[in-house]
């Protein structure tokens, strides 16, 4: 797992006056930017929305809203990872995590824990953008894939023409009007939208 050598803007939270000067003083020490640290989960919520932050290590149980709670809300407005921080007896509150939570912390959180939970939830998170990217992509390409279809189909149809040919003369309009051949489509598709209004008139 390769080390964060970038500095990061974290958002802390914890109820615990000790907890916080811990992540203060050691987060300071890895090169990290503290700009939001809150004692409930309402407050890391709105200091995140205000603070846009790079990473949160928040507490699980926290007054008013707990940390897996305000995780998941923190993500809801904008995507950050989170380290959540536990205590042997949350096990029933694990069990309810959120897909927010990148690496967990048990207390009493030692340095060289902090700086792996840190790597470890940049490094999922990371590997969840590029998934969630590529899963973008791919419904994208399907889309235009079912586009591409129905204009050749129209194609075929209004001029009378095989399904090679009818390929072949989208790729000719698209590389003619230096246009995507998706775009090509779209505008077939949407000419036939008006026949069919017209018909109907």
């Known amino acids: 797992m390769?080390?964060?050598t970038r500095p990061l803007r974290i958002a802390i939270a914890d109820d615990e006056a000790d907890m916080r000067q811990f992540l203060r003083e050691v987060l300071a020490q890895l090169g990290h930017?503290?700009?939001g640290e809150a004692t409930t989960g309402a407050q890391l919520v709105q200091?995140?929305?205000s603070a846009t932050p790079d990473l949160v290590i928040?507490?699980?149980r926290m007054p008013d809203m707990g940390g897996i709670e305000a995780a998941a809300a923190v993500n809801k407005e904008r995507q950050v990872p989170v380290v959540l921080v536990?205590?042997?007896?949350?096990?029933d509150f694990l069990s309810n995590g959120s897909g927010h939570v990148m690496a967990y912390l048990s207390?009493?959180?030692k340095t060289v824990d902090l700086l792996a939970a840190i790597n470890l939830a940049v490094l999922r998170f990371d590997q969840f953008k590029q998934l969630q990217s590529e899963a973008a992509t791919l419904r994208q390409a399907l889309e235009d894939r079912k586009l591409i279809e129905r204009a050749k189909g129209i194609v075929m149809k209004r001029l009378h023409i095989d399904e090679e040919d009818a390929f072949r003369r989208l790729r000719k309009v698209a590389s003619d009007h230096n246009q995507k051949l998706v775009e090509v489509a779209q505008r077939v598709n949407a000419a036939d939208d008006v026949f069919h209004q017209m018909e109907q008139l």
Do not use: E, F, Y
């Not at 536990?86 to 096990?91: F, L, P």
């Open 2 to 4: 390769s080390p964060v």
């Open 33 to 35: 930017q503290i700009v």
């Open 47 to 49: 200091q995140c929305r």
């Open 58 to 60: 928040t507490d699980i």
């Open 86 to 91: 536990t205590a042997h007896h949350d096990a």
């Open 107 to 109: 207390k009493p959180v």
